[in-house]
């Protein structure tokens, strides 16, 4: 069962059972819980995206973007990606294998467990709007982008976003409870409410529309300036100028994919809160159930794929990446050479050693 719709049936009933639900709660429990290969295919993905952020981590470390502002989002969103994968992974391996008496039993396990997840799941769409937001000014308004796209304001920006996000999801730290009869966290009945619009509204749709309206915007403003420069300008000069518009388009594919991923589950789960509400046939919620399990397998590739976009999407990021992996090589190297005491000197070259100026 996933929070939003058995929260909801609590709103609906009343009360966790004995209602005319009882049975659709059963069906959203099959869903959720389909069996090995679900769970297979989630363990799969949380690695993958948890190695890809760690890799994020390292790639934006290069002396290169030192002096960029992205890098700050693309780090917080590989620490925050990070966090969502590893919990959810949590959560579906407890109750793929019955195992939820820890945070199933205990009040205050289950409180800050759905605290830390919840704000998580509630930072990363924003710092994807955050992002894109940083293009969009750099694009639009280039002659302010020294001035407004800095390091500084990008982390104020993000540091911003996680208290904002902290603040908003603080009630669930004492509006959690646990159902004694099947040992699962839910929010109490009076948060309900809050906590559907904070997921449907706050973490998904609105993002989703921003992340959309500012790409269109940034689209169609780097097709005018292509325009333009064709018109106006010399071969030389529009070749150096494709060069900076292809620079914007991983950045660009981050922020439109973490459209495509999240907005399936938002329109699946806001179907299923509308049908629950409107006491809907139970045949159509399961047919809506069983798109969930699919739909929050793409809903996570949102959380581990930036890396991968950016090294399939660029040379320059590739050429960064290999270039840290075989420095880190060498050191490990060096590093046994000298633990070993032997004779041979063996040294980094030098684009390996770490600079402090751009």
């Given at each position: 069962m996933f929070d939003v719709t058995t929260d909801t049936f609590a709103v609906l009933n009343g009360t966790t059972s004995n209602t005319e639900f009882n049975g659709t709660d059963t069906t959203w429990k099959d869903a959720n819980t389909a069996g090995c290969t679900y769970?297979?295919?989630?363990?799969?993905?949380?690695?993958?995206?948890?190695?890809?952020?760690?890799?994020?981590?390292?790639?934006?470390?290069?002396?290169?973007?030192?002096?960029?502002?992205?890098?700050?989002?693309?780090?917080?969103?590989?620490?925050?990606?990070?966090?969502?994968?590893?919990?959810?992974?949590?959560?579906?391996?407890?109750?793929?294998?019955q195992s939820t008496y820890l945070i199933g039993t205990n009040l205050q396990v289950c409180a800050l467990s759905k605290f830390v997840k919840d704000t998580v799941t509630l930072l990363s769409p924003w710092l994807v709007v955050g992002l894109t937001v940083d293009r969009f000014?750099?694009?639009?308004?280039?002659?302010?982008?020294?001035?407004?796209?800095?390091?500084?304001?990008?982390?104020?920006?993000?540091?911003c976003l996680t208290i904002l996000s902290v603040l908003t999801m603080f009630p669930l730290l004492g509006g959690a409870k646990i159902l004694v009869e099947s040992e699962v966290c839910f929010v109490k009945d009076t948060f309900v409410v809050y906590f559907t619009f904070i997921r449907l509204i706050l973490t998904a749709s609105l993002p989703c529309l921003l992340i959309l309206v500012f790409n269109i915007v940034i689209g169609i403003h780097i097709q005018r300036s292509v325009t333009f420069r064709k018109r106006f300008t010399s071969t030389s000069s529009g070749s150096r100028e494709n060069k900076q518009d292809r620079s914007l388009r991983p950045l660009m594919l981050i922020s439109i994919l973490a459209f495509v991923t999240l907005l399936p589950l938002s329109i699946v789960e806001s179907c299923a809160l509308i049908l629950l509400a409107t006491n809907s046939d139970?045949?159509?919620?399961?047919?809506?159930?069983?798109?969930?399990?699919?739909?929050?397998?793409?809903?996570?590739?949102?959380?581990?794929?930036?890396?991968?976009?950016?090294?399939?999407?660029?040379?320059?990021?590739?050429?960064?990446?290999?270039?840290?992996?075989?420095?880190?090589?060498?050191?490990k190297q060096h590093e046994r050479t000298r633990v070993a005491r032997i004779s041979m000197n063996v040294q980094a070259p030098a684009y390996c050693t770490r600079n402090t100026t751009v």
């Open positions: 769970w297979v295919c989630n363990v799969i993905v949380v690695i993958i995206g948890v190695v890809g952020n760690s890799m994020v981590l390292l790639l934006m470390g290069d002396v290169k973007f030192v002096s960029f502002s992205y890098p700050v989002y693309l780090r917080f969103l590989a620490v925050s990606d990070s966090v969502v994968l590893i919990m959810l992974c949590v959560r579906e391996t407890t109750r793929r294998f000014f750099c694009v639009v308004f280039p002659m302010k982008r020294g001035r407004i796209c800095t390091r500084t304001k990008a982390t104020i920006a993000c540091s139970i045949k159509v919620l399961k047919i809506i159930a069983e798109l969930w399990s699919p739909f929050n397998i793409l809903n996570l590739v949102n959380f581990g794929q930036n890396f991968y976009i950016l090294m399939s999407s660029s040379a320059n990021y590739r050429d960064i990446m290999k270039r840290k992996l075989r420095c880190i090589k060498i050191r």
